[in-house]
C-alpha cells in the first residue's frame, strides 16, 4: 500500500497539533488547577498548521470581528505597520489594535517570520535596517513579545493565565532578592515568563532605567520582609 506524500505530511501535522493540545491542557491544570479556553485576535493569515494550534485553545478572531480578546498574535507584520506600533501613533487599524492592547496591559505576540523589514537584511542600507531593528526593540520595550512561532505564542498565553489565577504571595513573584542594586536588564529576565511583580530585597537599590522601565511595562514591585 502506497502512502502520499500528502498524507504523510496531515498525520504529522495532526500528530503536532494534538500533542501540542495535550501540552496547553497540562499546563493550565498543573499550573491553575482549572481549564481555560480564551480569545486570540490574529493579525494577518496563518497558515492552516498553525492556525489549528492556535484554535486547540482559543477562539479566535479577525480584525473585521474583532470583539474583546485576551492577547494578540501578529501574524504579518508590515514596514509601515512596525513603524506606526513603534512610534505610538494608530496610523492603521492594525496599530491601533496592538497599541491599545498594550496599553490594557494585555499581550501582544509577533511571529518573527512576519516581520517584513527583515526580507530585506542583505539589500537595504545599513542605517535603515538599523532603523526597523530599533522600531523592533522598541515594540519589546512597550510589552510586546517576538516569538519563533505560534506554539511558543500559546506556550507563553498560558503562563500568563497562570499568573492570574494564583494566589497572590511571593511564589508569583520573580525572585530578585540576591542583587544589590536592580537594573533594566535585570527586569528583561521577565520577558516572555508571565510574572506581573518582582520581589527584590530590602536594601535593594532601583536604577533609573529600571524604574523607566516598571512604568513602562507596568510591573508590581515588592521588597522583602
Known amino acids: 500500500m502506497n502512502i502520499g506524500k500528502s498524507e504523510v505530511t496531515d498525520s504529522l501535522i495532526d500528530d503536532i497539533i494534538e500533542e501540542v493540545k495535550a501540552r496547553m491542557d497540562r499546563m493550565q491544570e498543573e499550573t491553575c488547577g482549572c ?47 512596525l513603524a506606526y506600533t513603534a512610534l505610538g501613533i494608530p496610523g492603521q487599524p492594525e496599530a491601533q489594535c496592538i497599541l491599545e492592547a498594550l496599553l490594557s496591559g494585555r499581550k501582544v505576540y509577533i511571529l518573527e517570520k512576519g516581520l517584513e523589514y527583515r526580507r530585506y ?9 538599523q532603523k526597523y531593528q530599533e522600531y523592533e526593540e ?9 516569538v519563533s512561532g505560534v506554539q511558543e505564542a500559546a506556550e507563553l498565553a498560558v503562563r500568563v493565565w497562570k499568573k492570574d489565577c494564583a494566589p497572590a504571595d511571593d511564589s508569583t513573584a520573580f525572585d530578585l532578592t540576591g542583587l544589590k542594586l536592580l537594573g533594566e536588564s535585570d527586569l528583561g529576565k521577565m520577558r516572555g515568563t508571565g510574572y506581573r511583580t518582582v520581589l527584590i530585597g530590602r536594601k535593594t537599590i532601583i536604577t533609573p532605567l529600571a524604574k523607566d522601565y516598571i512604568s513602562n511595562h507596568n510591573l508590581t514591585v515588592r521588597r522583602q520582609q
Do not use: M
Request: net charge negative; glycine share 10%; hydrophobic share 40%.
Open 35 to 81: 481549564s481555560r479556553t480564551g480569545k486570540v485576535l490574529v493579525l494577518g493569515a496563518l497558515e492552516p498548521a498553525e492556525e489549528n494550534i492556535l484554535r486547540s485553545f482559543a477562539e479566535i478572531q479577525t480584525l473585521q470581528e474583532a470583539g474583546t480578546y485576551d492577547f494578540i498574535v501578529a501574524a504579518q507584520v508590515s514596514i509601515g505597520l
Open 121 to 129: 537584511r542583505e539589500s537595504s542600507y545599513k542605517a535603515l535596517y
Open 138 to 146: 522598541e515594540i519589546r520595550r512597550f510589552g510586546g513579545e517576538i
